[in-house]
């Protein structure tokens, strides 16, 4: 079969060019289209991502204050811990009921006591730093630690009608083997009632 096109040359190529023309329109769309959904993805993206930082933001702030609250727990739990620690050591270092018992059952009729201490040595304490500039504030200093000893013996003050009866129990003290040293501090004869006693201070060391 043979076609014949009996239309005008002229008319047929304005057809053409409005085929041509619509061709390119479509084309011009659809690539428009396919470039605009990864714009699309990017700004959907980037959106989420903004609103991601903007409640990861806060929520860093809040984990920071957290951990800085937990590490200052932990430094007083454990301060609390070694006081404890320290305070149980210095009650269980003695055995200060049988302490007293002991010296109670040493002592003579003839001697009375009036006063029983121990004697605890103290390690020496940072002395605080001034500012030389007035108005200024104090540089801080690295704190030391502060050494606590436990007590190292007893002071014994009371009053002795005599002087035997006085070296009497310092006799019985030293005989318990409680103690390294039993030291007489200072022995001095007052008036008492009607008469004198020797008023006495007794040094004993562990």
């Given at each position: 079969?043979?076609?014949?096109?009996l239309?005008?040359?002229?008319?047929?190529?304005?057809?053409?060019?409005?085929?041509?023309?619509?061709?390119?329109?479509?084309?011009?769309?659809?690539?428009?289209?396919?470039?605009?959904?990864?714009?699309?993805?990017?700004?959907t993206?980037?959106?989420?991502?903004?609103?991601?930082?903007?409640?990861?933001?806060?929520?860093?702030?809040?984990?920071?204050?957290?951990?800085?609250?937990?590490k200052?727990?932990?430094?007083?739990?454990?301060?609390l811990?070694?006081?404890?620690?320290?305070?149980?050591?210095?009650?269980?270092?003695?055995?200060?009921?049988?302490?007293?018992?002991?010296?109670?059952?040493?002592?003579?009729?003839?001697?009375?006591?009036?006063?029983l201490?121990?004697?605890?040595?103290?390690?020496?304490?940072?002395?605080?730093?001034?500012?030389?500039?007035?108005?200024?504030?104090?540089?801080?200093?690295?704190?030391?630690?502060?050494?606590?000893?436990?007590?190292s013996?007893?002071?014994?003050?009371?009053?002795?009608?005599?002087?035997?009866?006085?070296y009497?129990?310092?006799?019985?003290?030293k005989?318990?083997?409680?103690?390294?040293?039993?030291?007489l501090?200072?022995?001095?004869?007052e008036?008492?009632?009607?008469?004198?006693?020797?008023?006495?201070?007794?040094e004993?060391?562990?």
């Amino acid at each position: 079969m043979v076609s014949v096109n009996l239309l005008p040359p002229n008319v047929t190529a304005t057809r053409r060019r409005r085929e041509r023309t619509r061709l390119w329109i479509v084309i011009t769309a659809t690539v428009t289209a396919v470039t605009a959904i990864p714009l699309a993805l990017d700004v959907t993206n980037s959106a989420r991502a903004a609103a991601i930082e903007s409640r990861i933001g806060p929520q860093e702030a809040r984990r920071d204050g957290i951990l800085t609250e937990l590490k200052e727990t932990t430094a007083k739990c454990a301060s609390l811990s070694t006081q404890i620690a320290r305070a149980d050591a210095l009650r269980t270092k003695r055995d200060w009921a049988g302490l007293l018992t002991l010296v109670a059952e040493r002592t003579p009729d003839s001697v009375w006591l009036t006063a029983l201490k121990t004697q605890t040595r103290q390690g020496e304490r940072p002395a605080p730093v001034s500012s030389s500039k007035k108005g200024k504030a104090p540089e801080k200093t690295e704190d030391k630690p502060v050494t606590l000893d436990g007590p190292s013996g007893i002071h014994l003050e009371g009053y002795a009608l005599t002087h035997e009866a006085l070296y009497e129990f310092m006799g019985a003290l030293k005989a318990a083997e409680v103690f390294t040293t039993v030291e007489l501090a200072s022995a001095d004869k007052e008036p008492v009632l009607e008469g004198t006693a020797v008023r006495f201070v007794i040094e004993c060391v562990w």
